[in-house]
Every structure is written in structure tokens, then in C-alpha cells.
């Protein structure tokens, strides 16, 4: 099935909110802190407000007085009303103290960009430096400078789940245990298209409107409600096309409180959009993790017990989902598809002068089972096993489903060793010592690595689904969700086709208005198929009903002997038929919704080999080849599954090989603000994939669907790594591991 919306994105036709601003809005720019920690002793903007076509600047002084209040973290960890973590007030602009370095203190609106940013260097601040913290274990020393006085040690909150006293009874018996410290690095989610927000105030009817790039604008208008003090029916959000999300867009930032508070100031539209090097000191960054596991094994292999630790960097402020990322995330997959009778885990999310952390790509499944992944590793070299052996000797039988883990989440199918065995055999593991071998004879070293993977889908509980046919003959369906780039127009199209027996190419999707259903969960989780799609499925089937009336009375027969299939009602046993849009007219247009609730998470599990060689004279690595078998349940589009595998993959190789935030550990500047520091994976980074799909069927949802959008990102670091170790005969390296670290590894070898 080609996608729907291809054509108008090839062709330039795409509909962005940077190409929807109206003529005569003002233009924003944000004046960011230049220190990581510093009190604020004075700001004078009297030279910026007489520059030339500067229509207004705001600084935190100025929020009070106009209504504006903190933008809260709305995420739960363990109690519904958040009083188990510390969640410090963040005003859009900062009051009294900058926290990270790019902290909004002023914001600037003029006729132009370039206007605005000229009186924004004008603004005189007179700062006092303070000293920083950059890093969650540095966070966690006793000396370490105090991000918030509300938070003693910088602890934002602890978390423990699992059976200690059964996980230490194991520990003492075991044949053997292992242990390793690991490093998720930090990450700068560098979506292709920037964030920005375009505020519009109608004082005739008090409303406000916010068009911006998001994933979903219901959970953006109850935020930016409660930041601007107003009712929800005074808020309406718009999300048109957007470019890359990847979790960084479904939080709340600033700059979306900022166009709105300055529209109904000016009386005039205010339009702001991220520079690119703006954008790395100011969109949420990822993982930031550093990780103690510990396993315990019997003499075969099996564990018996797995124990691990966790300190989380949050930034200097709660994002949107920031304390859920590495506790209830973390948490939900720490055991991966294996049978581990006993665990336990423990973390503790500290604040840090730096960006605040948040949702990227799998939130915190990637963190959890890099860990266990890279212990598994550990764990087979320790005992003389095959590292595919050892993980075939742990993995859960299809007959050991379903399966409630030490943590209460219940995997309900999968045959999860299937995988690792077609995928040994698609990356013809049988061959790898000979082309190891050929490997060596030109001085370069091989190594060929793997690991497994299982992911809980899901985002919000609940979406809602509305599907319309008008007079016409035009079918829409509505949905809470949000495609960034995912091809919702094409998957969402195929299933409500389905439905109603007819052309997907007849079916227009409406997402990204706040005013077009009254609630919506928005696109995170890998759950936009599970939830959006079971939605308007649902109420697909409720308009078939709708129309049974109609085609019954037109057919002059009772509705209980009309049948639908293929887009037409007919009598049954007859070739009496009226076709759906034929009843829709006569009905004056057909309408249906729904609202999808799930109760259970989908569990997509797969395996990823890949194979890799090593100039050991650079340490550059080439990416040989790259398998991936997964069970992502039923497939509704497989070309768009494709395509997020893909993507899944290569942004999980860049966080193992490539990409890393530096800051400063004395200043807390940012080492690595472009993209002159902070690489990207190219094209001659990676090799060929080879996809192949086994589905175990799924009951969780009427789709059958599992999800799949971050399955690559959780198996592709531990997988990559394992090779890259393999390549150089060491036990563990760190991500990223550079061309420079690899070198040095071999040297300390």
C-alpha cells in the first residue's frame, strides 16, 4: 500500500506550523542564560524597548502581574497526586535564578526575527555565578552544589519496586554472579523539524488559539490551561504536519506559554520558531543514566536473581513525563523476555544544571535492558557459554505464558526464542569465523554481536475515535493521536477502509485540533495503532450499525436480514444491496465514535544481530550487516513498519556509536552545542538490513497490532555494543564508542 500523504509531502505541499503564520505577526526571541547556575540580580530592557520595530519585552518580572503561573509536571510515579517526587515551579521565563545554561530569561517580540534578536543582546542583566552540577552522580555527592533548595541532596524522588529479600536469598546461593556499571549517555533528540509555537488571542471571544509542532494537543492544552490560568473551552490547540518527534514533542515548553501571554498583550499574533544551535540548549534531552546491574546465576546458566540501580539525571526542571521515564519505564521491561524468578530495582532521579531530561524513543525501556543485555554478555563469557545460548536457556516459553513478572505486568504472547533463532540464521552465524578470519588477513578485527528485546506498549489509557461519511460520499475519520512523520493518514486510512469495505484512498484522517474531539492521549508509547486505530475501528462498526436502519428501510426489509460486507448492505440470500455511501446520502450523512480503552500492555519482542568491523589503526567501526526478527503482532501496513524499524535502529546506532551530550564539569557549558560536536548517523555509517517479521497473535486490542515505533531503539544499542566488545576482546565499553575510545581501549588492551 503506497502512502496516502507522500504526494504532498514530495511535492512541497506539506502544512507546517512555520508555513502557516499570518501576515503582520509578531516574531519571537528567546534570551537564554549564559551560565549554568546564577542568581539574577538585575535585568534592564530600557534599551532593547527603544530599538527599532520592537513590539514588546517580557522578562520574569512581568509574569505575576499578568496571571502567569509554573508550567507543572503532570506525570505520576507512584501516588495519583504526585506528592512522592519534588516538582519545583518553572515559570516560562526564570524568577531570580537561571538554572542551566539556555534557561529563558527574556523574550523578545518585534517586526522582525532579526530585530527582535539585535534588542535582545541589548537587554543589560547583571548575573552572580554559582556553582554547577552537570551530572547525576556528581548530583548525588554530599558536597554537591543544591540545584533547588525545596530538593536536599538534589533528589527529585526515590523509586524501589521488586522482592529484596528474595533477590539477596538468591544472590547468597548462587553458583555465580556478575556485575557492571553502564553509562546511558545523554542525548540531543535533533528532530528535522525544530519546535515553534504561534500564539493568537481573540479578545471578542477570550480565546486563546496555539498552533505548534506537538503529539498531541489535548495534553499540551491542560498544561499551558493551568500555566495561563484559564479554563480548557478558552484554549485551542492545532498540530498541522509535523517533522520528527520521537517523545521531545509531546512535552510543554516555554515558548508555547510565551506566544500566548504576548498575543494577549500585543493584540497581535506572535510567532516563534527554534534555531537549530537553540534547540540543543532548550529541547528535551534523553537517557542520561547511569546504571549498576548485578546477576545472579546458577551453574547452567540460568538466572536466578537480577538486582540493579539506577541514578537518573532530570535536568534542572520536571518535564512533562520526566520522573515516569526512569521508574514506571524502567521498571516495566528491567526483566526483558526472560524467566527471572527474583528482582529488584532502586533509583533515584536527582536534578542537575543542565536541560531537563524526558521521553526519547522507548523512555526507559532502552535504559532498562541495555543493562541486562550487556549483562547477559557478561554473564556468558563468565561461564564459557555461547551468548546466544545463554539467553535461549532464559527466554520464556510460549508455553509459560501468560506471564506476570516480579514487577506485576503480564506478557500475554510471544514465543520470544523463534526470533533469536531465525535471526542467528539470517545473519549466518555459522559463516562468521571464516569471514573473521578473512577479517584479520587485512588487519582488521570482526565481531558479531546480539541481544533481545520486549517492549510494553502504550500511551495514554484511552483514545477516541469519530468516523463520518457525508452526503457526498466523503468519509473522515478523527483522532486523538498524532502522526509525526509515522504515516497515520496511510495506517488509520487502511483500518477504517477495512471496516467499512472500501477504498483507503476515499478516507481522510483529522488529528491536531483540540476543538475536533474533546479528548485524545496524543501519539507516544508505540500505541497510536493499538489505541487510535481499535478506536476508530469501534466506531466503525457502530456507523455500520447506524446505517443498517437506513439500508433496511430503503431495501423495504427488517434491519435483522440485512448484512453488510464490502461496503454494501443486502438482503441476505438476495442481490438486493444499497451501498454504504448510497445510505449515507439518504440519511443526510452517517457518524459514529468511540472511545478505546485498554487494560493490558502489548508486548513486541524481537532479536537484532549485527556484525561489525574494526580498523584497529583509527577505531573505526564498519557496520557489516544488521538483522532484526520481530513480532510486532498483526502488521496493518508492513511498508511503514519497515520504515520504524529502520528508524528505530539507526538512531539506537547512533546513541551506541555516535552521539553524546558534553557539558563542562566546572562551568556547565554545553561542550557539544552543534553539530559540529555532536554527530548524527550518516548513510556511510550504516550497513544493509535485512527485516523479517514471526507475529504471535495479540487479544489486547481489537487491531492485533503490538506497536513498533521504538523497538529499534531498545535493542539496537546492547546489540551493537556486544559486537563492537566482541571485535576487540574486552568485557565492556561505554556508549558512545567512538573511533578515539575504541583506539584507547585497544592501546589499554
Given amino acids: 500500500m503506497i502512502r496516502l500523504e507522500d504526494f504532498r509531502f514530495v511535492t512541497g505541499a506539506g502544512r507546517f506550523t512555520d508555513d502557516i503564520v499570518p501576515a503582520g505577526a509578531g516574531r519571537g526571541f528567546v534570551l537564554r542564560s549564559p551560565h549554568a547556575h546564577a542568581e539574577i540580580r538585575s535585568i534592564d530592557t530600557a534599551a532593547a524597548k527603544a530599538m527599532p520595530g520592537v513590539l514588546a519585552v517580557l522578562t520574569g518580572v512581568d509574569q505575576a502581574g499578568d496571571g502567569i503561573r509554573p508550567i507543572r509536571c503532570p506525570a505520576t510515579v507512584a501516588k495519583p497526586d504526585r506528592s512522592d517526587y519534588v516538582d519545583p515551579p518553572r515559570m516560562p521565563l526564570a524568577v531570580g535564578r537561571v538554572r542551566h545554561v539556555g534557561d529563558a530569561v527574556a523574550f523578545v517580540v518585534a517586526e522582525t526575527v532579526e530585530q527582535a534578536r539585535d534588542a535582545a543582546e541589548a537587554i543589560e542583566i547583571d548575573y552572580d555565578p554559582l556553582p554547577a552540577v552537570v551530572d547525576a552522580e556528581a548530583a548525588a555527592a554530599p558536597d554537591a552544589p543544591q540545584v533547588w533548595d525545596q530538593a536536599p541532596g538534589n533528589l527529585c524522588v526515590t523509586y524501589a519496586k521488586g522482592d529484596v529479600a528474595a533477590v539477596d536469598a538468591a544472590f547468597a546461593g548462587a553458583a555465580r554472579t556478575v556485575s557492571l556499571r553502564v553509562v546511558n549517555n545523554r542525548l540531543v533528540v535533533s528532530s528535522l523539524e525544530a519546535r515553534n509555537a504561534l500564539g493568537q488571542f481573540d479578545p471578542a471571544g477570550n480565546r486563546y488559539t496555539l498552533t505548534t509542532t506537538s503529539q498531541g494537543v489535548h495534553f499540551l492544552r491542560k498544561i499551558l490551561c493551568d500555566a495561563l490560568g484559564v479554563a480548557a473551552d478558552r484554549l485551542r490547540v492545532l498540530t498541522p504536519d509535523v ?29 516563534w520558531t527554534s534555531e537549530r544551535a537553540e534547540a540543543f540548549l532548550s529541547d528535551t534531552h534523553a537517557r542520561a543514566h547511569v546504571s549498576e546491574g548485578e546477576l545472579a546465576l546458577d551453574a547452567d546458566g540460568r538466572i536466578l536473581a537480577y538486582r540493579a540501580r539506577s541514578l537518573a539525571d532530570a535536568g534542572a526542571y520536571l518535564s512533562s513525563y520526566a520522573p515516569a521515564i526512569p521508574t514506571l519505564g524502567f521498571a516495566k521491561v528491567l526483566t526483558g523476555p526472560y524467566k527471572v524468578p527474583a528482582a529488584s530495582l532502586d533509583v533515584r532521579v536527582l536534578f542537575t544544571n543542565t536541560v531537563p531530561v524526558d521521553a526519547y524513543r522507548g523512555a526507559g525501556k532502552p535504559e532498562a535492558q541495555y543493562l541486562l543485555e550487556r549483562l547477559l554478555d557478561i554473564a556468558a563469557a563468565e561461564l564459557g557459554l555461547d551468548r546466544a545460548e545463554i539467553r535461549r536457556r532464559n527466554m520464556l516459553r510460549p508455553s509459560d505464558l501468560p506471564w506476570t513478572n516480579m514487577f506485576g505486568v503480564v506478557y500475554d504472547s510471544g514465543d520470544f526464542a523463534a526470533p533469536l533463532d531465525r535471526a542467528l540464521t539470517l545473519a549466518d552465524r555459522a559463516g562468521f569465523a571464516a569471514r573473521r578470519a578473512a577479517s584479520a588477513a587485512r588487519g582488521r578485527r570482526r565481531g558479531f554481536g546480539l541481544a533481545a528485546y520486549v517492549h510494553g506498549t502504550g500511551g495514554d489509557p484511552s483514545e477516541r475515535g469519530v468516523v463520518e461519511i457525508d452526503t457526498q460520499g466523503r468519509v473522515t475519520a478523527r483522532s486523538g ?26 478516507v481522510a484522517l483529522i488529528q491536531g485540533d483540540s476543538d475536533a474531539l474533546d479528548r485524545g492521549g496524543g501519539t507516544g508509547g508505540s500505541s497510536s495503532l493499538l489505541l487510535g486505530a481499535s478506536a476508530l475501528a469501534k466506531a466503525s462498526a457502530t456507523l455500520i450499525d447506524k446505517g443498517r436502519a437506513v439500508a433496511a428501510e430503503a431495501l423495504e426489509a427488517a434491519p435483522g436480514d440485512v448484512v453488510f460486507a464490502a461496503g454494501e448492505y443486502r438482503i441476505a440470500g438476495t442481490d438486493r444491496r444499497i451501498h454504504l455511501y448510497d445510505a449515507a446520502r439518504k440519511a443526510g450523512g452517517l457518524a459514529a465514535d468511540a472511545l478505546f480503552e485498554w487494560s493490558h500492555l502489548s508486548w513486541p519482542n524481537g532479536v537484532q544481530v549485527c556484525e561489525v568491523e574494526v580498523d584497529p589503526e583509527t577505531g573505526r567501526i564498519t557496520l557489516e550487516r544488521y538483522v532484526s526478527v520481530d513480532d510486532f503482532g498483526r502488521e496493518i501496513t508492513p511498508r511503514l513498519v519497515d520504515g520504524q524499524v529502520v528508524g528505530g535502529i539507526v538512531q539506537g546506532i547512533g546513541q551506541a556509536l555516535l552521539e553524546g551530550v558534553v557539558y563542562d564539569g566546572d562551568s556547565g557549558q554545553l561542550l557539544t552545542g552543534s553539530f559540529t560536536d555532536y554527530a548524527l548517523p550518516r548513510a556511510d555509517d550504516l550497513g544493509p538490513f535485512v527485516l523479517e517479521r514471526l507475529p504471535t497473535p495479540t487479544k489486547n486490542n481489537p487491531s492485533g497490532a503490538k506497536g513498533v515505533g521504538e523497538c529499534g531503539t531498545i535493542g539496537a544499542p546492547p546489540c551493537a555494543i556486544s559486537a563492537i566488545c566482541d571485535a576487540l576482546g574486552i568485557a565492556h565499553i561505554d556508549m558512545p564508542a567512538t573511533p578515539e575510545k575504541i583506539w584507547r581501549a585497544l592501546r589499554g588492551a
Fill in 481 to 506: 493521536t498524532q502522526s509525526q512523520g509515522q504515516g497515520h493518514a496511510t495506517a488509520f486510512a487502511a483500518v477504517v477502509a477495512e471496516a467499512l469495505g472500501i477504498a483507503a484512498a476515499d
Fill in 243 to 271: 517533522g520528527g518527534g520521537f517523545g521531545m514533542k509531546f512535552q510543554a515548553y516555554p515558548e508555547q506559554a510565551l506566544v500566548l501571554w504576548a498575543a494577549r498583550k500585543l493584540g497581535r499574533p506572535v510567532h
